[in-house]
């Protein structure tokens, strides 16, 4: 701070102020005096109030910054998570469509050939079928195949048939079902039913 008063004291003595007489030595001491006190001032400010404020407030400011930190760190790592989540589910919903699901190509001779063999390993006589296939509202990829068949047995036939189909890897729906007992033959059974299941389409690359 040597310097700095050396400097003042110069700067005192070099210039005059108006009206000021500094060859009068109370005026000159008074002079010195305030530039002193102007000096102090400004030193105190700096040693005290430093230009990037003081220790307790940088450890605050470094402890904001952390704490964001931290938080971005914490959400980056919820959206690769979620990420993660959402790529599973997509590879998991077309593992189900792929077993669960026959192409519409293959779905006419696959779909009646399962329902007929399950018929028969129960004891069902199958009589005659027929499918139709419609357009799924809102989807491309998709159609619904209804099967209507007639098939001749037991009641006990009946529930075994019914049995296989629910345990059937395709994901086949039941929507009507009718069992009549025959006139001419004790306990046989006419049945007529009807069931439906998802098809895929094929999508043609853009």
Known sequence: ???????????A???RLPGARLRDPRVFVRVILGLLLAANLVAAV?????WGGSAEDLDRQLASTRAQLAQRQAGLERLHSLVAKVDKARAEG????EQSFVSRAAASSSIVSEVTKAAKQVGLRPREHSFVFEPVEGSDTLSMMTVN????????DLVNFLNLLDRSPRFLILEYLQASPQQ???GMLNVSMKLSTFVREAV???
């Open 13 to 15: 003595l070099r210039r």
């Open 94 to 97: 077309d593992r189900f469509l």
């Open 184 to 186: 001419q033959s004790a």
């Open 149 to 156: 068949g007639n098939y001749e047995g037991t009641y006990a």
């Open 46 to 50: 700096m040693v005290f109030r430093p």
């Open 204 to 206: 043609e690359p853009k």
């Open 1 to 11: 701070m040597s310097r700095n008063y050396k400097a003042l004291l110069d700067l």
